[in-house]
C-alpha cells in the first residue's frame, strides 16, 4: 500500500484494523479498503467544497472556546469581524479575527448559535456554534441513587381482547396502567420508527424507512374519535367478515402483518374521511398545527408513504425507492412535485396517520406522567436505515448508498453480519452542521423519558462493507465521536430524557469513558457478565450506571436460554456454519451456566430437582421466577424484565442470522394482558422484584 493510499483512507476515516474477540489486530486488505473509499462517491475531507469556517464547531459550556481559520496558506494573515447570533435571536456578541482565530466568550450559554464572518477582502461565512453541557439528563432518583425497575416489552407481541392482531398503543396505555400498579418504574420498547405500510411485511422494527416519524401499524383504529363518530366505519366494524377477520387475528401466534396493514389502513382510511368530512374544530386545529411543526420532514414521510403505496397498487416488487420508476427515485424531482399536487388528499392522510400515532403515543406518556412513573417510558433507536426508504429518499447526499453497516467476523459470526442498513457519511454530516442527527435524536426524544441507543458504538465507529458484499469484506470508518456525545448531552437535558448505550459485544476502549463521564447508561446483560476470576458476577458488583436485563429480543428467553432451546433453532436455521463453533458455544453455554448456580446456592436460592446446567436441563416456571428475582438485585440503577420470562415462554421474537428462515418479529405473547396480569403467580412475582428494587442499599455511580 502506498503512502498517498494510505493518507487517502486516513482523510476518509477508514479505520487501519480493528481488534477481534481475541483482543488481537485484524487488517482489512488494501482492496477491501479500496472499495469502502469508493463508496464515498468522492464525499471525503479533501472533495468537499473547501471554506475558511468550519460548517459546525461544538464546544462545551463555561470551557475556553476559539475556531481557527481552515486556511491551506498558514502565512496569510486574514483580518474582518465576527458576528455571533445566540439561538434566541440576540446580537450581543462580537469580535475580531487574531492570527486567523476566532476566540469566542467561555460563558456562552447552550444550545445552537450562529457565528457568521466577514473579512477584508470580501470573504462571508457561517459556522454553526454548538454549546453543549457535560453530561445527560439524569432523574432525580438516579441522583438519589435509586434503584428502578421496569419492563422491556416488544409492542407489536402485545395480545388482547381489542386489537386488530397487533399489539397498538391502547394496548400500550392498558399495559403501563396495570405494571405500574406493581411498583413499575418503566417501560421500555422496541423501536417504533416509521416502516413501510406498502411493505407490511418489512416487520423488523431494526431496519426502518425512517426514524423521525413512527409505525403507523400501533394505532389504535377503534380508539380514534372520527372512527367513532363513523357511521360507515361502524357499520363496517361490525360486519360479519370484519368480525371474522378479527377473531381469526387476535387468536394467532404469529402476527399477519399483511392482513393487519390491510384491515387498518380500510378502518382509517374511513376514519379520515370522517375528520375531513366534519372536522372538530379543536381537532383539526391541533393537526393543522402538527403539520405545521413537522414541516418538510413530516411532507417527506407523508409522500413517500402515499407514492409508496400508489406505485404499489399498480406494479410489483415496488419495495422501496430503489425500485420505482427512475423519475420518482428522489424526492426532489418534478415528478414527485407532481405527484404531491395531483394527491394532495392521498399525502394529507398519511401525515395524518403520523399525528395520530404521535398523538396516541403521548397519551400514553401522559398516563406515566400522572401515575408519577420515575422515567415512565423508554423508546429504542435504531442504528440506522434502509437503504430504499424515506429518510435516504429525502437526503441521499449525506448516505453512502453503496455501503452497508453491520459487524466484523466473530466466534458465533465467522461470516461477520451484513444489517442492510445505509451509513451516514460523517464527513457529509459534519457539513450539514450535525441537522440530521440532531432532527432524529430530537424526535425519538418525544413522550419518554429515557432513550436506549442501539448499538452506541456508532457515535464512534461503525464496519462498512461494499453493499452486497460478505460482511467480512469489510473495514471500520471512524465518527466524530465527541461531537455526536455533546449534541446527546443538550438534547438530553433539554429533553430530559436519560440515554442508555447498548454496548453489548466488543467495546472499544475509547468510547468507554466517553460514555461514563457523559453519564450514559450502560447495557449489562445477566448471562454474560462474568467477573475478573471467572465467576458469574455479584449482584452487588454490578456498576449503578447501567440497565441490566436478562434477555433481549435478540437473546433466547430465559427458558430458551437454560433448555438450550437457541443451539435447536440455530441448527434447524442453519445460523451455525461449524460443527466445531457450536460444540463450542454449547460448552461456554454448560459452564455459564454452572457459575450462575454456583451464585444461585451462595444466595440460598431453591433450585428444583431436575434443573441443571446441562443443555437438556428443565427450567419450570418457579425457577424461572427464581432466577428473576435473584437478578433484581443488581446493584444496577436500572433493572428490566421481560414479559415473555414472567409467561416462561421459549419462542424468541428473532433469531438473529436469519431473515425469512424464521418468523422474526412475528412471535405475540401467548398471553392476553387481561389474562397475564391477573396471574396470581405473575402478580406475586411483580410484588417481589418491587420490593427487592425498593429495599437495595445504596448504589455507587462510580463502581
Known sequence: MSKKQQAMFEQAGIQRYF??????????????????????????????????????????????????????????????DWLLTLENGERCYQGKIKRNCLNLPADLPIGYHRLALKTLDGKCEQCSVIIAP?????????????KLWGSCVQLYTLKSANNWGVGDFSDLKRFITDFQQHGGDFVGLNPIHALFPANPEGASPYSPSSRQWLNMIYIDVAALPEFQQSAVAQQWLASADVQQTLNRLRAAQWIDYSAVMALKLSGLKQAFAQFEQQPQAERLTQFERFLHDGGESLLVQATFDALHADLSARFDNQWGWDCWAAAYQDYHTDAVAAFQREHAAEVRFYAWLQWCAAEQLADCYAVCRQRQMPIGL?????????????????????????????????????????????????????????????????????????????????LLRLWWVKRGDSAKNGAYVGYPVDDLIAILALESQRHQCMIIGEDLGTVPKAIIDKLKNAAIFSYKIFYFEF??????????????????TLSTHDLPTVNGYWRGYDFELGQQFDVYPDADILAMLKKDRINAKTKILQRLQ?????????????????????????????????????????????????????IPGTSTQY?????????????????????????????????????????
Open 378 to 458: 423508554y423508546r429504542d433507536l435504531a442504528v440506522g436505515v434502509t437503504a430504499n426508504g424515506a429518510e435516504t429518499w429525502y437526503n441521499k447526499a449525506l448516505f453512502c448508498l453503496n455501503a452497508s453497516i453491520g459487524a466484523p467476523p466473530d466466534i458465533l459470526g465467522p461470516q461477520g453480519q451484513n444489517w442492510g442498513l445505509a451509513p451516514m457519511n460523517p464527513h457529509v454530516l459534519r457539513q450539514q452542521a450535525y441537522r440530521p442527527f440532531i432532527e432524529m435524536i430530537r424526535a425519538n426524544m418525544q413522550s419518554c423519558g429515557a432513550l436506549r441507543i442501539d448499538h452506541i458504538m456508532c
Open 602 to 654: 451462595q444466595a440460598q436460592v431453591n433450585v428444583p430437582d431436575g434443573v441443571d446446567a446441562g443443555l437438556t436441563s428443565a427450567c419450570p416456571l418457579n425457577f424461572n421466577h427464581d432466577l428473576q428475582r435473584y437478578a433484581a438485585g443488581v446493584n444496577s440503577a436500572l433493572f428490566g424484565l421481560q414479559p415473555e420470562d414472567w409467561l416462561g415462554m421459549t419462542e424468541p421474537v428473532n
Open 663 to 703: 418468523k422474526n418479529w412475528r412471535r405475540r405473547l401467548n398471553r392476553t394482558l387481561e389474562e397475564m396480569f391477573s396471574d396470581p403467580q405473575i402478580q406475586r412475582l411483580l410484588s417481589d422484584v418491587a420490593k427487592l428494587r425498593r429495599g437495595q442499599g445504596e448504589g455507587n455511580i462510580d463502581n
Open 531 to 548: 467477573d475478573q476470576h471467572g465467576r458469574s458476577r455479584a449482584v452487588q458488583d454490578y456498576p449503578y450506571q447501567a440497565m441490566t
Open 19 to 80: 481488534l477481534n474477540e481475541h483482543g488481537m489486530r485484524k487488517y482489512p486488505s488494501s482492496a477491501v479498503k479500496q472499495q469502502i473509499l469508493a463508496a464515498f462517491d468522492g464525499k471525503t475531507p479533501q472533495n468537499l467544497p473547501k471554506s475558511l469556517l468550519p460548517a459546525v464547531k461544538v464546544g462545551y459550556q463555561n470551557s475556553p472556546f476559539y475556531i481557527r481559520l481552515q486556511t491551506a496558506d498558514r502565512s496569510r494573515r486574514y483580518h474582518g
Open 134 to 146: 457535560r453530561q445527560c439528563y439524569q432523574s432525580p432518583e438516579i441522583q438519589q441513587k435509586q
